[in-house]
């Protein structure tokens, strides 16, 4: 289901996109001497940039128009296709799978902050969505990145009950295992679960919200979505050099879009061990928003 971010099949492969490799023209960085966080402008302002102050280790993807940190929501069979298959009405912040770049109508930023809004395009489709609209606020603090989206819809449809990716999550490749806490007493410092999902996708129980991936020594980017308690996942690529690798997980909510819908959520992204990342997403779990839309309970 969620694979339509992830295999650009209509597309030829291109070289695998991260650290220095990146055209500075198409990007928005923010750095507050902590950690440093990018956008790509030319893509729906994406986030595809996530490091140390003063180091060039990127550790997201941002290999193609669907491989960010960004959102993306789904509705009806709309007759689209991707990678020959029937595809449904899916909202994704970077582009289409065509490579068509989403549109960005205002971008500002400060040293530390940044704010964009942006009309989607429809991944399947290809489509730009003139009745969407998305939002992202970013500050942050310390070593934490806290990134507000939000989610208009203007449209006339009223779409079925669908899960959702709050936000789809892609890393670089050579941070291949994923961390999460799975167990039945959420903050209570109980053990950790490490896992190499393999291809295609797999599901897992978040309950304390929070997922990250990490490398051989033990360090990586995690991502914090308190309004999920599921995700799904998956690596692919024989090796992190493969054209088309990736680390890939969502966390997941469902609800229904429907005319007049406003979503907005807030998650928080940091770096480090497994244990400094739980530690430092535990300080805000009350503090993120973290509320469905009225529509959640629509009738599928």
Not at 13 to 36: C, M, S, Y
Not at 65 to 85: E, M, N, V
Not at 118 to 135: F, Q, V
Not at 238 to 251: G, L, V
Request: charged share 20%; net charge positive.
């Amino acid at each position: 289901m969620f694979a339509s971010l992830t295999l650009a099949a209509d597309k030829p492969l291109k070289p695998r996109a991260h650290g220095t490799n990146i055209n500075p023209e198409d990007w928005v960085f923010i750095d507050n001497g902590v950690i440093r966080l990018g956008v790509k402008k030319t893509s729906g302002a994406g986030i595809g940039w996530l490091s140390r102050s003063g180091s060039s280790e990127n550790l997201l993807d941002h290999w193609d128009d669907g491989r960010f940190i960004q959102q993306s929501y789904y509705g009806k069979k709309d007759g689209s296709l991707w990678g020959k298959k029937p595809w449904t009405w899916n909202p994704v912040q970077g582009g289409d799978s065509r490579g068509h770049a989403a549109e960005v109508l205002e971008l500002s930023n400060d040293k530390t902050s940044l704010h964009a809004r942006i009309r989607p395009r429809n991944w399947g489709g290809g489509e730009s969505l003139a009745d969407c609209e998305m939002e992202e606020s970013i500050r942050l603090e310390g070593a934490v990145a806290v990134v507000k989206f939000g989610f208009r819809y203007r449209g006339t449809e009223t779409h079925p009950v669908r899960s959702h990716e709050v936000p789809a999550t892609f890393v670089n490749p050579a941070y291949g295992t994923m961390v999460i806490y799975d167990g039945d007493r959420p903050w209570s410092n109980g053990a950790l679960t490490r896992s190499q999902p393999g291809w295609p996708n797999e599901p897992r129980k978040i309950p304390e919200g929070w997922a990250a991936w990490v490398n051989d020594q033990n360090t990586g980017v995690g991502v914090f979505s308190p309004i999920a308690k599921e995700l799904t996942c998956y690596r692919f690529g024989a090796s992190p050099q493969a054209p088309s690798a990736c680390s890939y997980f969502a966390p997941l909510v469902k609800f229904a879009i429907t005319p007049g819908m406003h979503f907005e959520y807030e998650v928080a992204l940091t770096l480090g061990t497994p244990e400094e990342m739980r530690a430092a997403f535990a300080k805000l779990k009350d503090s993120l928003l973290a509320k469905l839309p009225p529509s959640t309970t629509a009738k599928k």
